[in-house]
């Protein structure tokens, strides 16, 4: 089983950055894929990014703004800059066993509880 605990979230005003981490333990076969995902109120879950052994992945509403990375401690983050009002979201990470990641929640099998981010003007 793989636990996932986010952290990080805030709020922070248009044109802000903010760092979010993901602590993640369990076997390293239920996680070869991460990624982030978010929903906004009264709006679906969309994904964020991924990351796997065959590289990073990013949505294209914030390619070039956020950057997703996994260091040798298990933790996951998510660096996001110039963020805008549309990125306020509950900010999910979650987990899964295969070797590629894309946008399909299907691929995860881990999720955490979440943390919010709030962008304000």
């Known amino acids: 089983q793989v636990q996932l605990v986010e952290s990080g979230g805030r709020s922070v005003e248009a044109g802000g950055s903010l760092l979010l981490s993901c602590a993640a333990s369990?076997?390293?076969?239920?996680?070869?894929?991460m990624g982030w995902f978010r929903q906004a109120p009264g709006k679906k879950r969309e994904w964020v990014a991924s990351?796997?052994?065959?590289?990073t992945t990013v949505s294209d509403s914030v390619k070039g703004r956020f950057t997703i990375s996994k260091d040798a401690e298990r933790t996951l983050y998510l660096q996001m800059n110039s963020l805008e009002l549309e990125d306020t979201a509950m900010y999910y990470c979650?987990?899964?066993?295969?070797?590629?990641?894309?946008?399909?929640?299907?691929?995860?099998?881990?999720w955490g509880r979440g943390t919010r981010v709030t962008v304000s003007s």
């Open positions: 369990g076997d390293a076969y239920y996680r070869r894929c």
């Open positions: 990351v796997s052994s065959d590289g």
């Open positions: 979650a987990a899964g066993r295969f070797f590629a990641c894309d946008d399909r929640e299907s691929l995860y099998d881990s």
